[in-house]
């Protein structure tokens, strides 16, 4: 299963990669993306995809 | 639909207000043959009382373009201002477009600290709130029709009051500060639009009193929640700290005035052209009522369909590159979303208004890169729940005459909509 790497100085806390897999992705109380372990490979790669600053990659 | 006439590509000229005025179906004939034949459109800067003209723009009205322009905020910058075509002085610029209007670093800093109020899982604590608005503003909708003539305005009477009421609730603005935040939005996004701003030499002045009103409401604001804190925006934004830095008066100010206008003229400009999309698509209307499970993707097509934004700036921070085209240093760029969320590159059948459009990756909330609206979680939680309720609690709601529209480039929007409730008699 692929690896999500969070880019800390791009991202910003848009938070649309939560709403594409909540499960996965999470905006702690502090703003700060928590990437829990990936489950739906469609949700998380449609999610990556969907970041609008281009902070997510996903690495194999 | 009413016959729209061919455009051609030298009669063209998005700086007249007039244009703005237009029937939708004829300003999209137009983006069609801009997008056609002249991607990136030349124009005249419309004249600005006491402001100097600037050198003109270009309208990007590919959707591949507005993306390629949006996820490259180095070369195309928005600190010289976004949501004005006109350079305004730096203060005022910064004071109206706060986060807009800037860059990085101190668009990231700011970005950041706001972003915390705005995650998906604070508004999911927001659900309860949102939908007891919604379940109050369509209740007092129907009594308003009961009480008069069976009528009521789609724009007032439902779509004003819910992001109205909402972002109030969530910044802590008292009820009785409410309609001066109503009215003076109004302004602010006016666009100059004559019923709002009686005498056009005064754009510039209604404009600055406006600001001044907000800005007087939110510095007491600031004032007795940093006296006595609560849970509301307000105070995480007096409160909050990154890297050790709280966000100034001045910040607190801007970003308070950004989220009261730009919070409430848009979800309203998405509902109000929702529900006429609905009433002109009966069976797109009837689909959506039947199975609510196609809200999340019925949301997004409301967005796509209506636009409310319907453009922001950019200027070349460098000579540059678009699509093979060389551009000077200083170049000013408006990217037309509206168009591009009609692209045929990207949407299949763009003119079709389809609540299950799938994949849907239209830019009205902007395109990718680091302007891309903070309020859309919420915007969308709103747009959802509210035709939710008009499906439930509004079946006989019909529009039942002409939609009066803003004259105005940048808000694509409703002053007003009349409708009837035909349940009533």
Request: glycine share 8%.
């Amino acid at each position: 299963m692929s690896r999500v790497v969070v880019d800390r100085e791009v991202c910003m806390g848009a938070g649309v990669c939560e709403m594409e897999a909540p499960e996965v992705f999470e905006l702690d109380a502090d703003g700060v993306l928590q990437v829990h372990e990936p489950t739906d490979p469609a949700a998380v790669e449609t999610a990556v995809r969907a970041c609008p600053t281009g902070a997510l990659q996903l690495i194999d | 639909m009413s016959s729209v006439s061919t455009p051609t590509l030298d009669a063209i000229d998005l700086s007249d207000r007039a244009f703005w005025g237009a029937p939708p179906e004829q300003r999209h004939a137009v983006f069609d043959l801009l997008r056609r034949e002249s991607p990136f459109a030349f124009f005249a800067e419309p004249v600005v009382p006491y402001i100097p003209v600037g050198p003109g723009y270009h309208a990007v009205t590919r959707y591949a373009d507005v993306e390629a322009i949006s996820c490259q905020p180095a070369l195309f910058a928005s600190g010289s201002g976004a949501v004005s075509i006109a350079d305004m002085p730096p203060d005022l610029n910064e004071f109206y477009g706060s986060l807009i209007s800037m860059d990085d670093p101190r668009h990231g800093k700011i970005r950041r600290i706001v972003a915390k109020a705005f995650t998906p899982r604070v508004l999911e604590g927001l659900v309860g709130n949102v939908q007891a608005v919604v379940d109050d503003v369509v209740a007092r909708a129907r009594q308003r029709a009961a009480d008069g003539d069976g009528t009521i305005d789609v724009v007032a009477d439902l779509a004003a009051p819910i992001p109205l009421r909402v972002i109030c609730d969530m910044m802590g603005v008292p009820d009785s500060d409410r309609a001066m935040v109503l009215q003076q939005s109004n302004v602010v996004l006016s666009g100059g639009d004559p019923e709002l701003v009686e005498d056009e030499e005064h754009v510039v002045t209604a404009f600055l009193e406006a600001g001044e009103l907000l800005a007087g409401l939110m510095t007491r604001l600031a004032v007795e929640r940093r006296a006595r804190p609560t849970d509301d925006l307000t105070t995480a934004l007096v409160t909050t700290e990154v890297d050790g830095e709280r966000l100034t008066s001045q910040e607190i100010a801007s970003f308070f005035i950004l989220l009261l206008v730009a919070g409430n003229e848009t979800t309203r400009n998405a509902i109000s052209q929702g529900v006429l999309a609905l009433s002109e698509h009966p069976a797109e209307r009837d689909r959506w009522a039947a199975d609510p499970g196609i809200t999340r993707t019925a949301v997004e097509e409301v967005v796509r369909w209506t636009s409310p934004i319907t453009w922001m700036r950019r200027t070349a921070t460098q000579d540059v590159e678009l699509s093979g085209r060389a551009f000077p240093a200083g170049s000013k760029f408006l990217l037309f979303y509206g168009a591009a969320n009609r692209d045929p590159a990207v949407f299949a059948d763009p003119h079709r208004f389809d609540l299950t459009r799938d994949p849907n990756p239209h830019v009205g909330f902007g395109s990718r890169g680091p302007h891309f609206c903070l309020g859309a979680h919420l915007a969308r939680r709103e747009i959802g729940v509210a035709f939710q309720a008009f499906a439930r609690e509004l079946p006989d709601l019909e529009v039942c005459g002409e939609p009066a529209r803003l004259q105005s480039s940048f808000v694509n929007g409703l002053k007003r909509l009349p409708a009837r409730l035909t349940g009533l008699r």
